[in-house]
């Protein structure tokens, strides 16, 4: 028998799965901060944790980590922005659980998307368009086209933090956590959707077609 094997191909998660993964977690943040207390009643490991945003959150990375894990199994690679949304997480859960402080947990959603901000746009900076390297797979866009939805996606980010700012600071927990999945949720999928004549448009595809 060789040696060398043959690499075996990288499984593509489906869509419905892929969905599942992304919202899995936010889903768990949600429902453990709504139910903190009878969570906490039923099992009194997790009182340990504090109050329901901290067990929430506890339970938050939890899921994050099962989520990037079975991704991991399923196609032998790690998505870069789930990755690093992980590893912010872990970072900002870690610190709010050990000095009992949701403030740190509020504000990773400033930090992922200001990063994914500033890298995407400066990363145009140097002539990149890092856009085009996250879904080479799923679109195939000419340079300009990469360009401008790079341009778009980066200030949208940068949007999202600014937002997440705003409601953290004004509004109570609850109300933060119902909105992190119910409100910013809705407006990147809002948001995607409206990119979709631009992705048409500069369509390496459809240019071939014609």
């Given amino acids: 028998m060789s040696t060398i094997e043959a690499e075996k191909p990288r499984t593509e998660v489906s869509p419905r799965l892929k969905l599942v993964l992304e919202l899995g977690p936010l889903m768990v943040f949600f429902f453990a901060n709504s139910r903190g ?5 039923r099992f009194p490991v997790l009182a340990e944790l504090g109050g329901p945003i901290f067990i929430a959150t506890g339970l938050f990375m939890a899921a994050t980590a099962t989520a990037l894990i079975v991704s991991w199994i399923m196609t032998r690679t790690l998505p870069m922005m789930p990755l690093i949304s992980g590893i912010v997480v872990f970072v900002f859960g870690a610190l709010t659980l050990w000095l ?3 403030t740190f947990i509020k504000m990773k959603p400033t930090i992922v998307n200001t990063l994914f901000g500033a890298i995407l ?4 900076l140097f002539g990149k368009s890092l856009l085009g390297y996250v879904f080479h797979a799923a679109f195939k866009l000419d340079e300009d086209g990469w360009r401008k939805l790079t341009i778009r996606w980066g200030v949208f980010f940068l949007f999202l933090a600014v ?4 409601v953290w600071r004004s509004f109570s927990t609850d109300f933060w956590v119902a909105f992190k999945v119910w409100g910013t949720m809705p407006i990147t999928i809002l948001f995607t959707l409206a990119q979709m004549p631009l992705i048409m448009k500069h369509s390496q595809e459809r240019e071939s077609a014609e």
């Avoid at 937002?163 to 705003?166: G, V």
Wanted: aromatic share 6%; proline share 0%.
């Fill in 100 to 102: 009992q402080n949701d």
């Fill in 121 to 124: 746009l400066g990363g145009l």
């Fill in 163 to 166: 937002l997440n700012e705003i």
């Fill in 37 to 41: 207390d009878w969570l906490a009643s």
